[in-house]
């Protein structure tokens, strides 16, 4: 099995910064894409940002030129930096990755969710 661990959750004034990070750990032999996504009650869950394991990446349309996707591939852990935080981005944000485990099969995995609110 694959576990995902995020950290650095919070409070952030408008207008402040967060850093996300999330960690993978267990049967990994190989780690593709990860991504970050969040989901507030009663909505969706949706993609914030994605990267692969090359260091492409993707965007949803109301993060671009505010948050930073980047991933360290030695130490199976993906990052979002996240500045000129808006009200708007208050979510629980949840870390996901898909790859191949050990073991040969692939794997898919979500974090527990960390909360992110920003408030003044």
Known sequence: ???????????????????LSCVA???????NDMAWYRQTPGKQREL???ITS????????SVK????ISRDNA???VYLQM???KPED???YYCNADGLEVQGADFASWGQGTQVTVSS
């Open 25 to 31: 750990s267990g049967s990994i032999f190989r780690i």
């Open 1 to 19: 099995q694959v576990q995902l661990a995020e950290s650095g959750g919070g409070l952030a004034q408008p207008g402040g910064s967060l850093r």
């Open 75 to 77: 130490k199976n852990t």
């Open 65 to 68: 030129g505010r948050f930073t």
């Open 90 to 92: 208050s979510a629980v």
């Open 48 to 50: 914030v940002a994605s």
């Open 83 to 85: 500045n000129s935080l």
């Open 54 to 61: 090359g260091g492409n990446t993707n965007y949803a349309d």
